[in-house]
């Protein structure tokens, strides 16, 4: 089925030239002379990349094979980044290039949205924030507080994240998925 300029919304999921995207931004133009066209932001849905196209008012464009599905990470082997479904139980393996940077905040049993085109898994969304201990970090020195400054902490997942200077190896943290940064000490 191919959608119109007309259909375009926020967040609307289109195919162009075989491509999956979605939109980001769009706004109906009607100019003094001359017709009326559409001036979008759209994002690869499989590189992230956003792009700026202008479609013809009526111009249609086609409409992917999109699937969200909910599925749970079980754990990671020397090829890959096991998944199971919620819905069907079946483990699906995932190869460390499409996990990509999502792979840094991956704890066992988390539950991710995963977005299949034609099929195949193209994106991983991580929940906002995730709740993870302190590996490694160097040890608090007396008189050091939350207002100062931050060090460096590597969580159990691997990331690297700058904590408050009171912060110790083993206390559990609250990340922040998207941006990378420290929200706050949990419990």
């Not at 959608?3 to 967040?11: E, H, Q």
């Not at 849905?45 to 409409?63: P, Y």
């Not at 066992?108 to 193209?122: A, Q, R, T």
Request: glycine share 10%.
């Amino acid at each position: 089925m191919a959608l119109a300029t007309s259909d375009f919304k926020n967040g609307l999921k289109i195919e162009i030239d075989g491509e999956p995207y979605t939109i980001v931004y769009f706004q109906h133009v009607k100019p003094g002379k001359g017709p009326a066209f559409v001036r979008t932001k759209i994002k690869n849905l499989r590189n992230g990349k956003v792009v700026e196209k202008t479609f013809r008012a009526g111009e249609k464009v086609g409409e992917p094979d999109i699937e969200d599905r909910k599925m749970q990470y079980l754990y990671a082997d020397a090829e890959s980044l096991i998944f199971m479904d919620t819905q069907t139980y079946d483990q699906i393996p995932f190869s460390h290039e499409q996990v990509g940077d999502a792979r840094k905040y991956l704890t066992e049993n988390l539950d991710v949205d995963v977005l299949f085109w034609n099929g195949k898994p193209i994106n991983i969304d991580l929940p906002p924030f995730i709740e993870v201990p302190i590996a490694k970090c160097d040890p608090g020195m007396k008189g050091d507080t939350a207002q100062g400054g931050t060090k460096p902490a590597t969580v159990e997942t691997g990331a690297v994240v700058l904590v408050p200077l009171f912060l110790k190896e083993g206390e559990r943290i609250r990340i922040d998925t998207r941006s990378g940064e420290y929200v706050e000490r949990v419990g």
